[in-house]
């Protein structure tokens, strides 16, 4: 598969998407944000994938919007903004990266190796696990550019570390280091530059090795979706109904016997063809 801008790669049931504009430390462009929505849908449909690895090619994660447009960067009147223009999409979630990240059936990690400012951050927010090298940087920088937080994350950061830290890190603008984001909850964990891919890689396996692919989807979107709603009862219903169904089918058969057998398990449910009749995928 051909992108301009990003590589993807699977490998052992792991796709790895590289934001690959080295040069740019790897600065995200319309183009960019086209290919990664493909890449995560291409994943999403394939049975053959368990977990997605985002990271960075060189140095960089992603050091915000190309603004190489210079003060027009942004002003999609100009003709120069590329955080804003790009080639016609192949195909679409309707939501832009945003939504074919939030909405995957496939557990994502971000490996976050350096510079991860504006847009470069705010893109790994729905991703559901991030880790960092000690060389990473982050900056919620916004309100020093003029522009408010984008890709939804005004919704997704206080959820993540808290409208406090939320709040203190968007209204200065400024940015901080991985210790700093550690300690915020923004990251899990913060490892050396040449652990980081590796370790990426060792909690993806983990997932793929030991967990079921319909569990895994349905837990991620339940997470989700269903912490935000204001009490349980209706979370309940749902996770009540989805249990009795899961609980007559061969995954869950599977688990158990391996379990008992103290071996890894097989587990033949896929995502393309096994959800539940009970489930209902979130509303866009």
Request: with cysteine.
């Amino acid at each position: 598969m051909s992108y301009q801008h990003i590589t993807y790669e699977v490998k052992d049931r792991i796709a790895t998407i590289t934001l690959n504009r080295p040069d740019k430390l790897n600065a995200y462009t319309a183009i960019m944000g086209q290919e990664l929505e493909d890449a995560f849908l291409t994943a999403d449909d394939d049975d053959a994938v368990r977990v997605i690895i985002v990271t960075g090619a060189g140095r960089g994660f992603c050091a915000g919007a190309d603004i190489s447009g210079g003060a027009n960067a942004f002003d999609t009147t100009s003709g120069n903004a590329a955080m804003f223009q790009g080639s016609q999409p192949r195909r679409t979630s309707g939501g832009g990266f945003v939504g074919a990240i939030y909405n995957a059936k496939k557990p994502s990690i971000a490996a976050i190796n350096g510079p991860a400012v504006g847009v470069g951050i705010t893109l790994a927010l729905p991703m559901d696990i991030r880790i960092a090298s000690t060389e990473a940087k982050f900056g919620f920088v916004f309100a020093r550019r003029g522009l408010v937080p984008e890709a939804g994350s005004a919704w997704f950061l206080p959820r993540l570390v808290g409208l406090n830290q939320a709040l203190l890190w968007c209204m200065s603008g400024r940015v901080f280091g991985a210790d700093e984001a550690l300690k915020g909850g923004l990251v899990a964990e913060v490892l050396p530059p040449d652990q980081l891919l590796k370790r990426a890689r060792e909690l993806a396996t983990e997932i793929a090795e030991n967990t079921a692919p319909v569990s895994i989807a349905l837990t991620r979107q339940m997470l989700w979706h269903y912490s935000a709603f204001p009490g349980p009862e209706q979370v309940l219903k749902i996770d009540g109904a989805l249990s009795v169904e899961l609980g007559a089918g061969p995954d869950v058969k599977e688990g158990v016997a391996s379990f008992l057998e103290k071996r890894k398990p097989k587990f033949p449910g896929k995502v393309s063809a096994g959800m539940p009749k009970s489930y209902k995928p979130a509303p866009k």
